[in-house]
């Protein structure tokens, strides 16, 4: 038999076994390791709510990414496309009023300067989050860097 028959033949075979077994036996729920079902979605801790346009927040470590003083749902972020932007490029920032993209995005990891933004920092909530009323979920005596301060 030659082997693009053979595939398809294992194919088969391998999908009429897993269809004659019972439901229980192919497919078992997935659990978070909190013991949450991973298909459900996921409440936020502590129900807080992200704010409203407004300053963005100080920073409270030197190199924390600045956090997203706006709502984001909705933006589209993928290959092809980046709604953030539309706001923050080099050559928009002026008339949006937004602040501009910094230029440590546009290095690549051997620190080479690169003439659009680098692939490591194009998905841009990797590290910028937006602002939230959230308070830390565990107590704390964490102070500010003394040069932020």
């Known amino acids: 038999m030659n082997r693009p028959i053979r595939k398809r033949v294992l194919a088969f075979v391998a999908a009429l076994g897993l269809a004659a077994l019972p ?3 192919s497919a ?3 659990k978070s390791i ?3 079902d991973v298909a459900a979605p996921e409440a936020s801790p502590g129900g807080f709510k992200t704010l409203p346009d407004q300053a963005p927040m100080q920073r409270d470590y030197v190199q924390q990414p600045p956090l997203i003083p706006h709502k984001v749902e909705g933006y ?5 496309f980046n709604k953030c932007m539309d706001c923050h490029a080099w050559s928009r920032y002026k008339e949006s009023g937004a602040t501009k993209v910094s230029l ?18 194009y998905f841009c909530m990797q590290c910028h989050v937006p602002q939230t009323d959230a308070r830390p979920l565990v107590g704390n005596q964490f102070q500010r860097a003394d040069g932020l301060r």
């Open 28 to 30: 078992q729920a997935v």
């Open 34 to 36: 909190r013991g949450a």
């Open 104 to 121: 440590t995005h546009f290095k690549d990891r051997d620190g080479g300067e690169l003439s659009n933004i680098s692939p490591r920092r």
């Open 76 to 80: 589209e972020v993928t290959m092809n």
């Open 23 to 25: 439901p229980s036996a």
